[in-house]
């Protein structure tokens, strides 16, 4: 069954410091998501991907984040100077276009996650 | 009002028991709602979908009241592996599916 993958499962860095988060959607998907989730706390949105350019971002996504598609397989998200709030657990998530249908063809497929630790 | 929120939890029940989860989300023009399961520091998966006439996989039913904007989730006979944080997930309109998560609430079976 395919996944989404993501490396590396563990990051460690140095406050100010950039660290590139990376994740391989499944193959046939179109839509691609970062979220992040605070150790006790919800998941949140960051950022929405398609067509080889940012649909939408939450307030978190701010100018120190980015994304990239580079090669048309792998998905980042960059930060470029990382604070100790950035400390959390990032997961990527694609999902495949559909035009209507019910429910589960919204279904955003997950992988598990970068833990990131910003001393 | 939070955009979903969820019973704050955690719930403690033995196993066999029928756990029910409660959520209310804000926005009324919402179009899809999610149960997702997530165990402890790993991703969300998805558990159910939740369809407008309700729906039912297994011994989890899940139903979605538009009227009041709210969504349950019963699970019957529960099993130790049922043992996770249960998320209330609602997609946001006027988007690309971007998903607005409630807080979860955790559940724990005990033999």
């Known amino acids: 069954e395919p996944e989404v993958t993501q490396t590396p499962s563990h990051q460690v860095t140095q406050m100010g410091q950039e660290v590139i988060l990376r994740c391989v959607p499944i193959?046939?998907?179109?839509?691609f998501y970062w979220y992040r989730q605070i150790l006790g706390q919800k998941v949140e949105f960051l950022v929405s991907?398609?067509?080889?350019?940012?649909?939408?971002k939450s307030e978190i996504f701010d100018d120190q984040f980015s994304v990239e598609r580079p090669d048309g397989s792998n998905f980042t998200l960059k930060i470029r100077s990382t604070k100790l709030e950035d400390s959390a657990m990032y997961f990527c998530?694609?999902?495949?276009?559909?035009?209507?249908?019910?429910?589960?063809?919204?279904?955003?497929?997950f992988g598990p996650g970068t833990r990131l630790t910003v001393l | 009002r939070k955009e979903v929120e969820q019973d704050p939890g955690p719930f403690n029940v033995p196993e066999g028991a029928t756990v029910a989860f409660n959520c209310t989300y804000s926005?009324?023009?919402?179009?899809?709602f999610f149960w997702y399961r997530q165990d402890c520091r790993k991703e969300p998966k998805l558990l159910m979908s939740?369809?407008?006439?309700?729906n039912e996989d297994g011994r989890f039913t899940a139903q979605l009241n538009r009227a009041s904007q709210y969504i349950s989730l019963l699970i019957r006979d529960s099993k130790l592996s049922d043992s996770a944080t249960y998320l209330c997930?609602?997609?946001?309109?006027?988007?690309?599916?971007?998903?607005?998560w409630g807080a979860g609430t955790k559940l724990i079976i005990k033999p």
């Open positions: 998530a694609s999902r495949v276009r559909l035009a209507g249908g019910p429910p589960t063809y919204n279904e955003q497929f």
């Open positions: 193959s046939n998907h179109l839509y």
């Open positions: 991907f398609y067509n080889n350019e940012i649909s939408e």
């Open positions: 926005n009324s023009a919402s179009q899809s």
């Open positions: 939740v369809y407008s006439s309700g």
């Open positions: 997930v609602v997609n946001k309109m006027d988007s690309n599916y971007q998903l607005i």
